[in-house]
């Protein structure tokens, strides 16, 4: 497989730590892969836009440090500003559509996802959001099988909110469908 | 201040990476200094220890892995009997009594905490025993405030569970500080 290098970023309360360590652990257990997840926190994150950093390989990892991503999410206008001009030339850029508004061209393929709107819509409840972002990736990407994600779900979520979970992952995987073309 | 690298190393369930990342934020957030968080993830991984690394410092942080922690946390014995030896020279290496038995002697000061079995004792809830390692590492260290570390659980525990993780912060500290002599 070739390298995978992702960051989410986004707002404080929208979960994009736990996805990337949902989807590192969901690569190692699952898929037998080494994965690096890690958190950088310096000035610029008092400012208010969190990074998560993923880095999926079938070879050991040595600099765990995203610099540029061939994956990037974006959750906020403000990790978007921030976060845009890291991304790899030809690399995705996944935003979603009610959060951020105003794109700049980046040389990437730009998918504009409303992620936010069809979770609210469909299952009503704002704290799948993420993973909902985490069915997209992986649609768009194949990066990992959506029943290895599941299966890191089953491990970490009580049993009343799996199937939540589970719908959740399945919309952002259709969003994710429908924009691959 | 000093550098500060830790590892947090446990099975599962034990709830080291979420410790990791509060620690890390409350650095950044409460005490305006940089931390790196990551998990690594490789063939080790899939035995059942898990590790968390965090580095705190009040310069860049350029190289996120830990190498050779300062302080480092063993909750079980088979993430002792994986880590004990990456501890730093003259470092400072915590143990949970109830889950490490058997140690050897390495060059670092040993700290064997009854976390676990206080917070069964004293709380009842094993969920916040990561929140009492996080009190234990606090007080033996101060590398940062206390209420730096509740300020940040304010904003992520429901508000029913903040005297429980409160407690649980407290027992840690009180069990570091009588292991300081």
């Given at each position: 497989?070739?390298?995978?290098?992702l960051?989410?970023?986004?707002?404080?309360?929208?979960?994009?730590?736990?996805?990337?360590?949902?989807?590192?652990?969901?690569?190692?257990?699952?898929?037998?892969?080494?994965?690096?997840?890690?958190?950088s926190?310096?000035?610029e994150?008092?400012?208010?836009?969190?990074?998560?950093?993923?880095?999926?390989?079938?070879?050991?990892?040595?600099?765990?440090?995203?610099?540029?991503?061939?994956?990037?999410?974006?959750?906020?206008?403000?990790?978007?500003?921030?976060?845009?001009?890291?991304?790899?030339?030809?690399?995705?850029?996944?935003?979603?559509?009610?959060?951020?508004?105003?794109?700049?061209k980046?040389?990437?393929?730009?998918?504009?996802?409303?992620?936010?709107?069809?979770?609210?819509?469909?299952?009503?409840?704002?704290?799948?959001?993420?993973?909902?972002?985490?069915?997209?990736?992986?649609?768009l990407?194949?990066?990992?099988?959506?029943?290895?994600?599941?299966?890191?779900?089953?491990?970490?979520?009580?049993?009343?909110f799996?199937e939540?979970?589970?719908?959740?992952?399945?919309?952002?995987?259709?969003?994710?469908?429908?924009?691959?073309?």
């Amino acid at each position: 497989m070739e390298r995978c290098r992702l960051v989410f970023s986004g707002s404080g309360g929208q979960g994009v730590i736990t996805a990337a360590i949902i989807l590192a652990e969901a690569a190692v257990i699952c898929e037998n892969l080494n994965a690096v997840q890690s958190q950088s926190y310096g000035a610029e994150a008092r400012g208010g836009a969190t990074r998560s950093d993923v880095i999926i390989a079938d070879t050991p990892i040595h600099y765990p440090k995203v610099i540029q991503p061939n994956v990037l999410v974006c959750l906020t206008q403000e990790a978007y500003n921030k976060f845009s001009a890291i991304i790899r030339p030809g690399g995705l850029l996944i935003t979603d559509s009610r959060y951020v508004k105003i794109q700049r061209k980046v040389d990437a393929q730009q998918r504009e996802l409303p992620m936010y709107r069809s979770v609210m819509e469909q299952i009503g409840k704002p704290i799948v959001f993420n993973i909902c972002m985490l069915g997209a990736v992986i649609a768009l990407t194949e990066v990992l099988r959506p029943d290895s994600i599941m299966k890191v779900l089953e491990g970490r979520v009580p049993r009343d909110f799996l199937e939540l979970n589970q719908r959740a992952l399945q919309l952002g995987m259709e969003l994710g469908r429908a924009a691959a073309h």
